[in-house]
């Protein structure tokens, strides 16, 4: 309930600001919130068809299949016991939010879609060939397997698991990567493996520009 509220406040105030500043100050104003809301939140997903149970930092969870649980991380190292007994260890950053703890070590697709015209100014992701189980797939993309992948901003992916493409992006003149590249910005989209084999024919086809 309380974040409920508090994101709700902090909605409406969006809002306030984008009717007074417009659409481009009004993604800068989101990013910043962004950053304080969500920095540390976690996203620990099960793809799988059955329930995992791991242990992190030394306490038990367990995450039913096709389920994601939402966790708060702190900065700093820790340490995780997969679902097989392995110990994993991995570095969060005060930077990182929203990103994918990753127990069952799942391949996850990465696609990279390019906004506007022209010379790219943030990140470069050339075509490549890969696969993910049996299934090769040819595009701008990579895959991830780590038990930790790191979100910071919006790299390496600015829309999450459940988050759709956006069909327009502004320009963010906070972020280094975005100020002054107005003509053309890349942002990935993370995918769960049988998610993506559904989405890949027609994100290829806008990739070839079909």
Known sequence: ??????????FTLLMSLLLITG????????????????KGTTYVDNPTDASVTFTLDGTSYTVDAHS???????EGS?????????????????????SILNP?????AIWYVQYGEGKVGNVQHGEVTTSIGNDVYVGPMTTRSDIYIARRGKYPFRYGLDEPFEEVVYVNERDPNEKGNPDALVFGKIYRPKE???????????????
């Open 1 to 10: 309930m309380k974040r409920f509220v508090k994101l709700f406040g902090i």
């Open 78 to 98: 820790h340490t995780l016991v997969t679902p097989k007994g392995e110990t994993k260890t991995f570095t969060v950053s005060q930077y990182d939010m929203k």
């Open 68 to 74: 994601v649980k939402e966790i708060d991380l702190k």
């Open 23 to 38: 659409c481009g100050r009004y993604q800068a104003f989101k990013s910043v919130l962004d950053e304080i809301i969500y």
């Open 196 to 210: 993506f084999k559904e989405a890949y024919p027609k994100l290829y086809k806008e990739y070839l520009g079909e």
């Open 104 to 108: 069952t070590e799942t391949t996850y």
